[in-house]
């Protein structure tokens, strides 16, 4: 499991876009030691940029003809062709599910967060405690409680950090807080409440839902997978994008009216499942 190694900041706007095309023209971009100056960002920033990049799951480091470099992946690619800007929630919503899905364990406090802490509404010292006590029973390594603290705050930013209104040049807000999947509140003992807040299908969108539910159903090589599940699993709707069951049936409906790749509800040992189409997660994408 990883911890900190956002060096504090959460991603920028323009960052994303910034960094898929520094990448896209130059596989060493990272490892030149004046790559802050041509991307206009501190030194490490730029460090926060490559892991955000990798934790997102749009860049990949990879040996090539004996020297490493990093490469867009297969989703990075379709960003950089189609939103490089994140101006889609969709899109937004995609990167997210990857950040909470935690592949290749760059993002523990993401997962931690949205996929085992159960409580919706904290307060900014109860989180703290609740992480670092899991990561206490989760880890054989000594985390200090620096680091820890270092991710809930980026945690929080990352889907709080709003335009500042009043600056039409404000570049340091999240692109994520778009989604609004937590809000922060001043309480009157001096510290923040934190909200999960549950979304609507329309701002989630029904192409991140679909890309979610193919990218489980391809993990657990199956294509079938139950309603109860998807509400209460483990990387699924209920969790990821903390939607209730009325929701996530209306989702489904929807999805048994897809143009393309339309689901099946079918009933087995008296529970209800969904069969998904053969299709990859990045073959809906591509469309």
Not at 100 to 109: C, F, L
Not at 245 to 270: C, F, G, S
């Amino acid at each position: 499991m990883a911890y900190a190694r956002h060096q504090s900041f959460y991603i920028r706007d323009k960052w994303f876009s910034k960094g898929l095309t520094a990448v896209s023209q130059n596989s060493r971009f990272f490892y030149d030691d004046f790559s802050f100056e041509k991307i206009g960002l501190g030194k490490n920033m730029v460090e926060s940029l490559k892991y955000w990049l990798i934790a997102l799951n749009v860049i990949e480091e990879r040996l090539v003809e004996g020297q490493r470099g990093h490469y867009l992946t297969e989703l990075g690619q379709i960003f950089y062709e189609n939103d490089k800007l994140l101006q889609k929630g969709e899109s937004l919503a995609i990167l997210h599910y990857h950040l909470v899905r935690n592949e290749d364990d760059q993002s523990t406090v993401f997962e931690w967060y949205f996929n085992h802490y159960k409580e919706t509404v904290v307060s900014k010292p109860d989180l703290l405690n609740s992480f670092i006590t899991w990561v206490k029973q989760n880890e054989t390594r000594e985390i200090s409680e620096k680091s820890i603290k270092r991710d809930i705050d980026c945690l929080i930013q990352f889907y709080t950090k709003l335009p500042d209104e009043n600056d039409p040049e404000d570049v340091i807000f999240s692109p994520f807080s778009k989604l609004a999947l937590m809000k922060t509140e001043r309480s009157g003992e001096g510290f923040d409440t934190i909200r999960k807040i549950s979304l609507d299908i329309t701002i989630v969108g029904i192409l991140p839902l679909y890309y979610v539910l193919l990218t489980h159903c391809m993990r657990k090589e199956t294509d079938l997978v139950s309603i109860d599940e998807i509400i209460n699993g483990d990387f699924l709707w209920g969790k990821v994008f903390n939607l209730s069951r009325n929701k996530i049936i209306e989702a489904l409906n929807v999805l048994t009216n897809h143009d393309q790749y339309p689901i099946q509800y079918v009933r087995t040992n008296n529970l209800d499942y969904i069969r998904v189409p053969q299709v990859t997660p990045i073959g809906l994408l591509r469309g």
